[in-house]
């Protein structure tokens, strides 16, 4: 078996790939739910259901969905310019940090004022966060990989750390945990009553204003150029460091807004328990998305979807919801080996 | 001679060698039948030494480690019976590209092949050192190996073969013995049509613009860093630089292109004296820079030829205001260029790397020379092409030369420099030889230039 690389191909048949991806993917989780002794189609039915079969689950879905979409931004635009992000999770958590240490008192500002302030604020924060690797990774040639992948572990003990002493509710009966943010500090509800806040409508225009900058401005093209052959870049005139970097902020920034608005927008304080691994679930919404900022959008819901359908599955069918765990790591192989698939034709001997 | 060697898989057709039929797309299997294959790009791991490069792939993957003595000794003796000197602990990053394929030679001897096939083996070669391969490429034969050179060079391939065939857009254009053949036929089956040479004008040199004196380089570019270099360049000629590769060039072309500092001497453009400019610097001086590698430094595969062609300009107002790019302003610059230039390929948005290695070149020349450059810093810019597009960049150096441009033209094929150049320099160890005008050194003086013999005399 060899590879050879493909011709440019039109866009159904770029779309095709991740189709293909999600295709194998139901296959392999089938295979699974057999396993457990329950129907596949009536397994996949209730999924379906549960992530898009009424306002509830739509809505359900799409909250969980906003998250997914600022990390899976985060990662693409910094994938981009092959400059190894694993570490959303770490950058959401400090936006996370940066928005309870601001919103909870510390400035008694009026809404109008207060949110822009925090949300930069925390995007500041998760920027710099990731400034560090990508300063090792300029100047001493660390490997960001693995700077971002431990940083995560770091950054998660430092939140325990200020959850256990400063940022301690007092009210919190001992729980791990901050005060809630002040009334002027949340992001309202987009329906009454309904939990869909308007976190979601700024990950929308975080991702339309990311699709801008990677497709029209000069700065997404030099990334871009310095992703694909930072020599040739650097031959060219572009500053390859100073990309990266602005690569490294725009990123990181990206990340931290997912804990602003987890925090501002749904859980009102900071917990342990903030991100049941977005940051790590972001470089599937990317991958699954080829790295197009409006297909992470996309991208997102589908795997918020499979997450929130799965919960409601396991309620009535008693399959495990670990199932959605299984799919979307499985989404995550098949789409690298679809990507691979889309760059080369495999040629059997 | 990749579906030869395994590397591609032959639509049609089969391959035999030594009376069996070769499964398609295996390499193992061609290297087994002894058939060894030195590329032009070579397949090197350049974090490793010569030693673990040849012995790659040799020995099983199951000992526990390398059987490094066996190896040296059985290296030493190839290299001494075919006269290929080599440090077998050197790492290959601090070869030449002349070492490299010595290096890539011993691979296949090492290996015991019996059929070698060379993919233009001279073209990073000293005449000297052509020579010398041609006696160990005579040797072989005489060992009873085969051996298929392939070459542009008509007259390299006059001297080495016994038997020419002769390719052309992929079919058999016609084989010939050698001694019953001419240069003239075999250019004639190569082209279709008798080749011309790109006509040389004498055109009055203008004034200095671009003087180094006794200048030197920290060695951040591959190859030797400039030694206390001497040069100057005038208005309106081609000035032809002869070296071996590796000798300089890589840190000259860098220091002239903006990126590589010097660290001693003077350096004086359009009559001013002034420090090494930063690469961008270089682009608003109107120094063109057609760069040796076009695969890895002037080109990005990935990206279209629409934006590969602003790289260099992307940032003027032409194609950028505000931060934002304007692409149909791109796209229609690359409609010129690629009208202009004579480039084939389907639309400005076609990936570069599709591209053959001419139209490739011909994109570059378009970027480096559409803003019409004072200075054109041209390294190896006819390397690997054919005769046709070699042709091309020619005429349009000369074309740039005769509105007044001053060339530089770094080059290792010594009969493009007395082709194009109107004065030439030798470029050894990072030392440039005193410049003379063309004719006064003959073919063999500058070979001997390229070799180290005499430049200290001559500086």
Known sequence: MRLEPKPAQSLAATLLYPVG????????????????????????????????????????????????????????????????????????????????????????????????????AAMLAGALLLLGPALLKTRLGVDEVVTTLLLNFIVLL??????????????????????????????????????????????????????????KTALGYEMRAVGHNPEAARFAGIPVNRVLMKTALLSGGLAALAGFSEVAGLKGNLTLDL???????????????????????????????????????????????????????????????AILLSRFRVRWR | ???????????????????????????????????????????????????ENIALGTQSLWRPRLDRAEARERLVRLADDFGLTIQPDAFVSALTVGERQRVEILKALYRQARVLILDEPTAVLTPAEAEALFRTLKLLVGQGLSIIFISHKLNEVMAVSDRVIVLRGGKIAGERRTAETTRADLAALMVGQEPTLPPIVEVPFGGRVLVLEEVSTGGKSSGAPLDRASLTLKDGEILGLAGVSGNGQAALAALLSGSEPATAGAITLAGEQRAPWSTLEALDLGIGRIPEDRHAVGT?????????????????????????????????????????????????DARIRLLSGGNMQKLILGRALDPEPRIIVANQPTR???????????????????????????????????????????????????????????????????AGHGLEAAA
């Open chain 1, 21 to 120: 991806a999600i295709v194998v993917t139901l296959g392999f989780a089938a295979l699974l739910v057999l396993a457990a002794g329950a129907d596949p189609l009536s397994v996949f039915t209730l999924v379906a259901r549960g992530a898009a079969g009424s306002q509830f689950a739509l809505l359900e879905t799409l909250t969980r969905a906003t998250p997914l979409i600022f990390t899976g931004l985060a990662v693409a635009v910094a994938f981009r310019a092959k400059l190894w992000n694993i570490g959303a999770e770490a950058q959401l958590y400090i936006g996370g940090v940066a928005t309870v240490v601001l919103g909870t008192g510390l400035l008694p500002w009026p809404s109008w004022l207060l949110l822009p302030i925090i949300a930069v």
């Open chain 1, 158 to 215: 430092f939140v325990s750390m200020l959850l256990e002493g400063v940022l301690k509710d007092p009210t919190g009966l001992g729980w791990p945990q901050s005060r809630k943010v002040i009334e002027a500090a949340q992001l309202p509800r987009i329906i009454q009553g309904k939990r869909l806040h308007y976190g979601f409508v700024l990950a929308i225009v975080s991702a339309v204003a990311v699709w801008i900058i990677m497709k």
């Open chain 1, 275 to 337: 991100s049941p691994g977005y940051g790590y679930s972001g470089i599937v919404v990317a991958m699954l998305a080829m790295l197009n900022p409006l297909g992470v959008v996309a991208a997102a819901i589908f795997v918020a979807g499979i997450f929130v359908g799965a919960d409601a599955m396991s309620r009535s069918a008693g399959v495990p919801s670990y199932i959605a765990d299984v799919m979307v790591a499985t989404a995550l192989l098949t789409m690298v080996v």
């Open chain 2, 1 to 51: 001679m990749n579906i030869l060697f395994g590397h591609y898989v032959a639509d049609e057709g089969t391959v035999e060698a030594f009376g069996k039929r070769l499964p398609p797309g295996d390499p193992g299997a061609a290297l087994k039948a002894g058939i060894g294959m030195v590329h032009q790009h070579f397949t090197l791991a350049d974090n490793m030494t010569v030693l």
């Open chain 2, 300 to 348: 990005i595969g990935d990206m279209t030829v629409a934006e590969n062609l602003i790289l260099e300009s992307y940032r003027s107002a032409r194609f950028c205001s505000r931060g934002f790019l304007d692409w149909d302003a791109a796209r229609k610059f690359a409609e010129e260029i690629i009208a202009e230039y004579d480039v084939k390929c389907p639309s400005p």
């Open chain 2, 384 to 450: 690997g092409l054919d005769v046709g597009a070699v042709a091309y960049v020619h005429g349009r150096l000369i074309e740039a030369r005769d509105r007044g441009a001053a060339v530089l033209l770094i080059s290792e094929d010594l009969e493009e420099i007395m082709a194009l150049s109107d004065r030439i320099a030798v470029i050894s160890k990072g030392r440039i030889s005193s410049v003379t005008k063309r004719g006064q050194r003959s073919m063999q003086q500058l070979g001997e230039l390229m």
